[in-house]
């Protein structure tokens, strides 16, 4: 059945309707040792699994990546890689190829949301996995090693090599600084770019960007009685918050706004010194994003100055500071890119579709430079991500999301 679907996925996307791009390697669809490593993905699925759970009982906060990394190192070096370790902590295994094709890497990201104190361990009930982190990524880190493992029991050849990557900081706070990184001090040219996150058989072939700030209103604060009379860092937060909150946004593309965090004040009868908030801003499109960045600003801007008129017998002004704290650029490559028709033919090959979507990964990096990269989602059914109560179902087909990304990485690579 995988061979059936294999010709007929690639007769399709090999013909004249994708005239723009390269054709795709028509000899994977006999390769025996291609069958074979698939085969050895969904009769090893218990192994894969464990893996996952195993990895996902490290804790890796953000910038505290060290132990998982670690771990990861060692079982890439017990599958018979070669592993070094970045200056920032990205962990690479690469499998060489034997000359003339494309550099292929297949990621996945170490970290969680979870600060350091949490309870990670994970409580199985059936092919049911709860814990945080188990879909987020650990299920990423353990595609790789499957994909990885299966290759090497096959007997896989390909002519471009290929780099297994476990890196650091894609979460918020991490801003994406493991794969920005690697693109900035690559091991070798990179073709192809191939981020494992999430669950599920969904494929992400555009970038939702987002500019994250943090904005802090500070004045000289004092009591609420004695002292009145003098702007608030509080009220001109609040005269912040609600101008962003009547922002107008497209639908299509989907652009949002939101304020996530505030903070400040001391006690109920201080004029406090500082009111400050997190906002995150995204968009699929880099022209609205910027559209509603500069009116994110002018709300800033409107309330500063706002709240300083209110009090004009005031000798104290309120000021404010407004400090970035990521960018993920946004982008929307053309879906005629081999990448993601290799890996829609791929998806049918066994046996399901993946329209593809937009989303927010270590591929919008890679996407920004020019450079084809997807995400892959990893496979089963995942709920509640970055909540603590995260779980994971492997159901009855979780090994597909590994199939998946063996068949891609090896598609790419040039199977021999």
Known sequence: MIRLHLALALAVVTGPAFAQGAPLPADVTTNAAIRAALEHIRSDNAWTVDQQVSICEIPAPPFKEERRAAEMKRRFEALGLRVTVDSIGNVIAERPGSGGGPVVVLAAHLDTVFPEETDVRVRRQGTLLSGPGIGDDCRGLAVLLAVAKAMNAASVRTQGTIFF???????????????KHLFAKPPARIDYFISVDGT???LTDAAVGSNRYR??????????????????????????????????VPRTPKTTFNVGIIEGGTSVNTISPLGAMEVDLRSESPEELAKVDAQFRRAVDAALAE???????SRVKVTVDVESMGVRPAAAPPDTQRIIRTAKAAARALGFDAPGGASSTDANWPMSLGI??????????????????????DGDKGWLGPQWSLLVVSMLAGVR
């Open 215 to 248: 904005v802090s209103f500070r004045g000289p604060g004092g009591h609420s009685y004695g002292a009145f009379g003098m702007p608030s860092p509080i009220h001109a937060l609040g005269r912040a918050i609600a101008k962003i909150s009547e922002i107008q």
């Open 200 to 202: 599920g058989l969904g």
């Open 372 to 393: 084809q990269a997807i995400t892959l989602d990893g496979g089963g059914e995942g709920r509640g991500a970055h909540s603590v109560t995260e779980s994971y179902d």
């Open 165 to 179: 990557v476990a890196n650091v900081g894609e979460e918020g706070p991490g801003n994406l600084r493991g794969v």
């Open 307 to 313: 709240e300083n008129a209110r009090w004009p017998s």
